[in-house]
């Protein structure tokens, strides 16, 4: 088990426990971006509908003679980060977009985007959701403060490995002349 302590140090539970300073009051609390429920309970349901808004995961016709895919171990190394994440929306907490903001309704919060960035990266995904991260998922609201990536039990590099080449891929499709033209001509 891993606990955040201090900034981007992380260190085990027990690491953590030894370090305690018991004349010191502790402090522990429920996630304040979601509905309390009771004690330190918070309704996270809204993630998991979140979830089933994006795009799954569509691989390409398998292209080897026994029916099975071909990939290279480089890209399978890029999206093994994102499957690390265990779901503790420590980072939807923290994003001042989902906590302050509360813009629940078009804003999906970086555990999705790392979600989206797994399938849009995966060697083997046909899907495009990229129009969807730009229009309902809200991806132009994120201003890389990086506050996800410092809480992440994971470690995962939220920010620079997901969001900013998600964000680096839209602004190609939706603002770059000569992609905009080739697709225009390509269709
Ligand atoms: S980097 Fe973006 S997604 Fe992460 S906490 Fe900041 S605004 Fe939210
Ligand atoms: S903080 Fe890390 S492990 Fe937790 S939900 Fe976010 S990406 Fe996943």
Redesign the pocket.
Known sequence: MRLLLGGDQRQTAADVLNQLKLDEPVTVEPMRAFPPIRDLVSDVSWNFRVKTTIAPFAPRTPDAPDGTWRMQQHDIDRVQEFRKCIECFL?QD????IRDHQLTNGFI??RF?TFAAALEMHPLDTGDRIPALRHEHGIG?????????KVCPEEIK??DNA?IPLKERTVDRFYDPVTRLLRMITG
């Open positions: 980072c923290v994003c001042h977009v919060g970086p985007l609201y994120c201003n890389i403060t990086k506050c996800c990536t939220i920010t969001i």
